[in-house]
């Protein structure tokens, strides 16, 4: 028999983490057993009794008593050893050209049919330019001789026509000389791009392990099996077949309206009622031309059959109540006359209170229609727009989404008439079962007012009246 080790001398540092493994709960238990190993050299115990206390041979008592002996650093001290496996089949330099294309997104619009159909567009969009502004200086210079006639006549009213006309056939041409500019300069990048191409292009917008496969064979002459090539992408986290879309709002005030709104749904101010107003338009009156399979033993799903008749469509004006969840709609014409039609019979439903409608800034929800039917409602009623291009902000548009999961998505409807008379029931039953205040949340930039904060009714009134003075003023 080997006569008893001496106790294990290590760093402080090192004995922690023994400890710390030895102890761990949530620990992995290679690494918990490594751990106890090392702690009970540390504390003087030989390699047969450390081996008995922890369930292992007295080699593997001494293979980790070297390691830690001899580790670098606490992490090594516990793990394993490299091992030499297999040799790559591919070498690293493929791996990081092949992550470098996938990075970098394909050039469709690079292909030589393509280039050529642009080039002919702006060839012919320049060469219209040309024309218009030869036409437009020729114009501009019979009129300049004419006005010089008008001039020793004395006629000052066809003088001033004629000046008039003079300016205009000069910013005619001048706006020709622009759009040949615009399109030359169209032209020769477009030109540079087709030379520049460091790729051969592809019909597809986007990553596919097949053009990823003949785009590396082409760079690099590898060729790459379709299945490693998903294996390399898997190990560097990248989808490039996965397409992700959001929208951007352009408008520069973005923050103030959304917070205006964001205010008003969290804390109206009192005797205020917020209603949600927007159309739902071209719903579609469709038949399915087959019964529908209900589901049986073995088939646990509905199966329809996918052909159907369409008979025409209907669009809805629908407001939400913002502080109840209920509902007023009706089905009529998306034009102005029909929207303040719609406004005439929503004043009269909730005839008690001032109201304030939010809404997207589409044009029949401005213009000289409703300013005439908020100075007849003699300021009872005041319209709050959401920013450009976010009317996800309107919660109209959350009761809008159930409307189309509950009723429309798989609805058979005979005509438009049916189809209103279902959105109508449904409307029905939803103030009746279904109402209630969303939970909206707006994860944006600032932070969200409370219900209970300091910020006054007063405050948030101010900002509605900026607002309306603001879109008064524009």
């Given at each position: 028999m080997s006569p008893p080790a001496a106790a294990l001398q290590v760093s402080d540092l090192l004995a922690d983490a023994a400890r710390g493994h030895a102890n761990g709960r949530k620990e992995e238990h290679r690494l918990v057993v490594?751990?106890?190993?090392?702690?009970?050299?540390?504390?003087?115990?030989?390699?047969?009794?450390?081996?008995r206390r922890n369930g292992v041979s007295p080699d593997t008592v001494r293979l980790w008593r070297l390691r830690a002996a001899t580790a670098e650093g606490t992490s090594r001290a516990f793990m394993d050893s490299r091992r030499s496996g297999r040799p790559p089949q591919v070498p690293v330099e493929t791996r990081a050209m092949l992550i470098q294309i996938a990075c970098d997104r394909p050039t469709p619009e690079l292909s030589h049919a393509r280039l050529d159909a642009r080039m002919g567009?702006?060839?012919?969009?320049?060469?219209?330019?040309?024309?218009?502004?030869?036409?437009?200086?020729?114009?501009?210079?019979?009129?300049?001789?004419?006005e010089a006639i008008l001039r020793e006549r004395g006629d000052r009213a066809v003088l001033n026509r004629s000046r008039a006309e003079h300016r205009k056939a000069s910013r005619?041409?001048?706006?020709?000389?622009?759009?040949?500019?615009?399109?030359?300069?169209?032209?020769?990048?477009?030109?540079?791009?087709?030379?520049?191409?460091?790729?051969?292009?592809?019909?597809?917008?986007?990553?596919?392990?097949?053009?990823?496969?003949?785009?590396?064979?082409?760079?690099?002459?590898?060729r790459l099996s379709r299945s490693e090539i998903g294996r390399i992408l898997l190990c560097g986290g990248l989808r490039p077949h996965r397409v992700q879309t959001w929208l951007h709002s352009p408008d520069p005030d973005f923050r103030a309206k959304a917070r205006v709104i964001c205010e008003l749904y969290v804390e109206p101010p009192p005797g205020v009622r917020v209603l949600c107003v927007d159309e739902k338009s071209g719903m579609t009156a469709r038949e399915d031309l087959h019964p529908v399979h209900m589901p049986s033993c073995g088939q646990g799903r509905l199966r329809k059959e996918a052909e159907y008749?369409?008979?025409?469509?209907?669009?809805?004006?629908a407001s939400l109540d913002v502080q109840t969840g209920e509902i007023f709609g009706r089905c009529m014409a998306r034009t102005g006359p029909g929207l303040v039609a719609f406004l005439e019979e929503l004043v009269a439903h909730y005839a008690?209170?001032?109201?304030?409608?939010?809404?997207?800034?589409?044009?029949?929800?401005?213009?000289p229609l409703?300013?005439?039917?908020?100075?007849?409602?003699?300021?009872?009623?005041?319209?709050?727009y959401t920013p450009l291009h976010a009317s996800w902000v309107n919660q109209i548009e959350i009761w809008?989404?159930?409307?189309?999961?509950?009723?429309?998505?798989?609805?058979?409807?005979?005509?438009?008439?049916?189809?209103?008379?279902?959105v109508m029931a449904?409307?029905?039953?939803?103030?009746?079962?279904?109402?209630?205040?969303?939970?909206?949340?707006?994860r944006g930039d600032f932070v969200e007012p409370r219900v209970g904060s300091r910020r006054t009714h007063a405050q948030i009134q101010g900002r509605l009246d900026a607002g309306a003075l603001a879109q008064a003023a524009a």
């Open positions: 490594r751990g106890s190993i090392v702690r009970d050299a540390i504390d003087g115990y030989s390699n047969e009794e450390n081996g567009d702006l060839r012919a969009a320049r060469d219209n330019g040309r024309r218009a502004a030869k036409r437009a200086r020729a114009r501009a210079a019979r009129l300049r001789k004419r005619e041409a001048e706006r020709a000389d622009c759009s040949v500019l615009a399109a030359e300069a169209a032209l020769a990048s477009t030109r540079a791009a087709g030379a520049g191409a460091r790729r051969a292009p592809c019909f597809s917008a986007v990553w596919t392990h097949q053009t990823l496969q003949a785009e590396l064979e082409r760079q690099t002459g590898t008749v369409r008979h025409g469509t209907t669009n809805l004006i008690e209170g001032e109201i304030v409608i939010v809404c997207d800034n589409l044009n029949v929800h401005k213009g409703i300013e005439a039917f908020c100075a007849k409602q003699g300021g009872r009623v005041r319209f709050v809008f989404s159930i409307l189309q999961r509950k009723v429309l998505r798989h609805g058979s409807f005979s005509s438009p008439m049916d189809l209103v008379a279902g449904y409307i029905r039953h939803w103030n009746a079962v279904e109402r209630r205040p969303f939970r909206w949340r707006f």
